[in-house]
């Protein structure tokens, strides 16, 4: 089913709203069709505790980052 039609079938129970710049901007590239590779950033953990670092799970960094 077409979406445009499936919205209106919705009617005044659904409401949209444009997303905001910053979330545009993360997405420029692939709206424009280029391609995005973003190499990911490594956090600065300077300030925290290094025992609090080193004590991280795996999960838990990749969560931080």
Request: charge should be positive; charged fraction near 30%; glycine fraction near 6%.
């Amino acid at each position: 089913m077409c979406a445009e039609r499936e919205v209106r079938r919705l009617g005044r129970s659904v409401s949209f709203e444009p997303l905001p710049a910053s979330v545009l901007r993360v997405f420029e590239k692939r709206i424009k069709g280029g391609r995005y590779n973003a190499a990911p950033v490594e956090p600065d953990l300077s300030r925290v505790d290094q025992k609090l670092v080193t004590s991280l799970l795996t999960f838990q960094r990749e969560g931080v980052k």
